[in-house]
T-cell receptor
C-alpha cells in the first residue's frame, strides 16, 4: 500500500459546481495534512493545512479530515476555470518525520 | 517576504556529467527539503536538511547528495548523470521541518540530461 493515495483523474466538473478531491494515507500516526495546487509548468503552492478531525474552511476551499478512516478531502465550491490544476495531497509522516505527497488529482473545470 | 529561490531555472547536461543546484529558503526558515518530480513518479523526497545536518533521506542512490550552509542556503549535487535524472527538482523550505510548519516551494530547476 502506498503511503498517500489519490485518484489521478482527470476530474472534470462544470463551472460553478463543487469539485471533490480525495486522499487516503497509510500512517495511522500522522497528524498533519496539506493540500497543494500545481499549475502546469509551475511549482506546488500551499492551499490549506489541516490537523484536527472535521472541516476547515478558507474561502471557496474546505478541507475535511477523518483520522479514524485515514481520509482527507478537499472541496472547491463554485469551481472556476482558473481552478484547473493538479491538486496534491501531502502528509507529514509520523514514523518517517518527513512530508510525503500523493500522485495528485488533475482537475479540469469546464466553462 | 521573499519566497524560496532556486537557481538555475533550467539546465541541460550530458550523461556522465555532474550538476549542482542551489536553493535559498524563506528568511527565518531553517529546514530545506529537496524533491524530484517526474510525470511517472510524481514528487519523490530526496532529503531534508536542518541546521546544516541531513535529518532525513529518501530512497535515492548515493549519486544524489546535498548540503546546507550556516545561512540555511542549500545545494544539491547529482554526480554521474543518467538519462533518468531528467526531472524538475524542487526545493522547499519550512520553519522547522516538522508537521506543524508546511513546505513552501521554489520555482524549481528543470534538468534535462542528454
Amino acid at each position: 500500500q502506498k503511503e498517500v493515495e489519490q485518484n489521478s483523474g482527470p476530474l472534470s466538473v462544470p463551472e460553478g459546481a463543487i469539485a471533490s478531491l480525495n486522499c487516503t494515507y497509510s500512517d495511522r500516526g500522522s497528524q498533519s495534512f496539506f493540500w497543494y495546487r500545481q499549475y502546469s509548468g509551475k511549482s506546488p503552492e500551499l492551499i490549506m493545512s489541516i490537523y484536527s478531525n472535521g472541516d476547515k474552511e478558507d474561502g471557496r476551499f474546505t478541507a475535511q479530515l477523518n483520522k479514524a478512516s485515514q481520509y482527507v478531502s478537499l472541496l472547491i465550491r463554485d469551481s472556476q476555470p482558473s481552478d484547473s490544476a493538479t491538486y496534491l495531497c501531502a502528509v507529514f509522516l509520523n514514523y518517517g518525520q518527513n512530508f510525503v505527497f500523493g500522485p495528485g488529482t488533475r482537475l479540469s473545470v469546464l466553462p | 517576504k521573499a519566497g524560496v529561490t532556486q537557481t538555475p531555472r533550467y539546465l541541460i547536461k550530458t550523461r556522465g556529467q555532474q550538476v549542482t543546484l542551489s536553493c535559498s529558503p524563506i528568511s527565518g526558515h531553517r529546514s530545506v527539503s529537496w524533491y524530484q518530480q517526474t510525470p511517472g513518479q510524481g514528487l519523490q523526497f530526496l532529503f531534508e536538511y536542518f541546521s546544516e545536518t541531513q535529518r532525513n533521506k529518501g530512497n535515492f542512490p548515493g549519486r544524489f547528495s546535498g548540503r546546507q550552509f550556516s545561512n540555511s542556503r542549500s545545494e544539491m549535487n547529482v554526480s554521474t548523470l543518467e538519462l533518468g535524472d531528467s526531472a524538475l527538482y524542487l526545493c522547499a523550505s519550512s520553519l522547522e521541518g516538522a508537521g506543524n510548519s508546511p513546505l513552501h516551494f521554489g520555482n524549481g530547476t528543470r534538468l534535462t540530461v542528454t
